[in-house]
């Protein structure tokens, strides 16, 4: 159920077969799998290096891999990272072009510099920075506008989970990028912000549903054919133990992983999404 009081990975077994994943790579036209790793604001240059050296060694199989290291970071990665194993992504972007912005990095500098990819509305942007519906819709039209390629994430707080408002806010949080949601320059993550970092995980019933329901909403915002090209990731707390029944869901086209992306189980994520 969508709505209704948060209940734990793990508790009580479904009464029904979720409905399965029929594909996982582009293979028969379906939706190629796609895992990201968030590095968030973590990792000293050596450490970060030690990590790029571990996924370098990673079977990536049919799943798309991107990577988002800390800013000051991503030039060593690039020229580190084998590009056949992940590509890197920007964890944010200006709204606007270059100009008298202190402190910002706009989608231009991301392009010259050889990144494909951006993040944009992660939940600790919109709560530790203010950064709202309106503004980002204006980042990812702009980053689109440049060529880049966005992961844009919604999703709830623990309390909208529990009143069954789950999808009054991811809609709200779509709505107005609906019009730019392009398969190919855009893939929406789901994450459930009570689950972000807390050790909880949404049930496959609640991921599965969620997920449906905002493809669902895609069909009748945006096309039926977008949304049923789009790729949408979950997100929140997924680690090695528990991507492979995840990853299994008709609707979960893939992870955006946050602390696990840090530690030798993200291999273990794209493992299950490589299938």
């Not at 949601?181 to 549903?209: C, K, M, R």
Request: aromatic share 6%.
């Amino acid at each position: 159920d969508t709505s209704g009081a948060i209940t734990f990975h793990g508790r009580s077994a479904p009464a029904a077969p979720l409905p399965a994943r029929t594909h996982r790579s582009t293979m028969g036209g379906g939706r190629k799998m796609i895992v990201g790793g968030n590095w968030k604001c973590n990792l000293d240059q050596a450490k970060a290096a030690a990590l790029v050296e571990q996924l370098n060694g990673m079977e990536v199989g049919n799943c798309e891999v991107v990577v988002a290291p800390v800013f000051l970071h991503i030039p060593m990665v690039m020229n580190t990272l084998k590009k056949d194993k992940a590509l890197v992504s920007a964890q944010n972007c200006s709204f606007t072009g270059m100009g008298a912005y202190t402190g910002d990095i706009s989608a231009e500098h991301l392009v010259d510099m050889g990144i494909q990819w951006v993040i944009l509305g992660h939940s600790e942007r919109r709560q530790y920075f203010k950064e709202d519906d309106e503004m980002l819709a204006k980042k990812l039209e702009y980053a689109l506008s440049k060529g880049l390629k966005v992961i844009y994430c919604i999703g709830e707080q623990k309390e909208q989970r529990e009143n069954g408002t789950t999808m009054d806010v991811c809609k709200k949080q779509l709505e107005g990028v609906a019009k730019m949601l392009n398969p190919e320059t855009v893939v929406i993550a789901y994450e459930p912000v009570w689950a972000i970092g807390t050790g909880l995980v949404a049930t496959p019933e609640q991921a599965q549903d969620t997920q449906k329901s905002i493809r669902e909403y895609i069909a009748s915002a945006a096309s039926p054919d977008v949304a049923a090209k789009i790729r949408i990731q979950y997100g929140g707390s997924v680690n090695g133990k528990n991507c492979a029944e995840l990853a299994a869901l008709e609707d979960i086209d893939g992870f955006l992983v946050g602390g696990a992306s840090l530690k030798p189980e993200f291999t273990d994520i794209v493992k299950a999404c490589s299938a």
